[in-house]
């Protein structure tokens, strides 16, 4: 199986890279914040749960998006692979997800980072929030909380996978394209 974590903060190209991805490799795209919205969408006890914490730009509790993962991973039992888009976002994530793939007989082949610089980031994020309405791209506040929140919490999974000498680090500025290709020639074929 090839499993990646497609690594990086708010706006960092994640979600545009991950649709690439999924084509040319044939893996099954699993975004914790995609399957999160679909929940406050569809107005679901969860949803209606989430939503506050999520407009606030705050994570979610790891039992809740952990669970999530767990029934994706169920759900696509013949799958060649999964890219795993905003998770896993804390440590304990990062150690559930690897019990989870132990236990398919797998792991995690690579953690691919997206790097761009954070004045980058706010500029993309709120260009996004004029065009899709997410209310947490709307406020410079809410994005300011989430690039924190990324430093605090999530960014130490950088360590985490370099000491399974599994990280890359890709320059993530750049057309699509190019990007799409330095994610390509770290993955190796
Ligand atoms: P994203 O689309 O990945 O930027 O996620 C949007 C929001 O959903 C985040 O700001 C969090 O509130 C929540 N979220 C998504 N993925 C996770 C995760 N792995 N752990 C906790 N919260 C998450």
Do not use: W
């Amino acid at each position: 199986m090839l499993n990646i974590v497609l690594f990086g903060p708010p706006g960092a190209g994640k979600g545009t890279q991950s649709v690439k991805l999924i084509e040319k490799y044939n893996l099954v795209h699993l975004s914790t914040g995609d399957i999160l919205r679909a929940e406050v969408g569809a107005k679901t006890t969860l949803g209606l749960q989430a939503k506050a914490i999520m407009d606030a730009g705050n994570l979610v509790s790891d039992d809740i998006v952990i669970g999530m993962i767990e029934n994706k991973l169920d759900q696509n039992k013949n799958a060649k692979g999964f890219i795993f888009d905003g998770f896993p976002r804390t440590t304990a994530q990062a150690e559930a997800l690897d019990v989870l793939l132990n236990k398919k007989n797998s792991s995690i082949t690579k953690m691919l980072a997206l790097q761009v610089p954070d004045e980058e980031l706010i500029s993309r994020l709120l260009l996004r929030g004029k065009e899709s309405g997410r209310a947490d791209d709307a406020s410079q506040e809410v994005i300011a909380n989430r690039i924190k929140t990324y430093n605090d919490l999530t960014a130490p999974l950088i360590g985490y996978y370099r000491n399974q000498n599994k990280f890359t680090g890709i320059n993530g500025v750049g057309s699509i394209d190019e990007i799409f290709n330095r994610l390509c020639e770290a993955i190796g074929y």
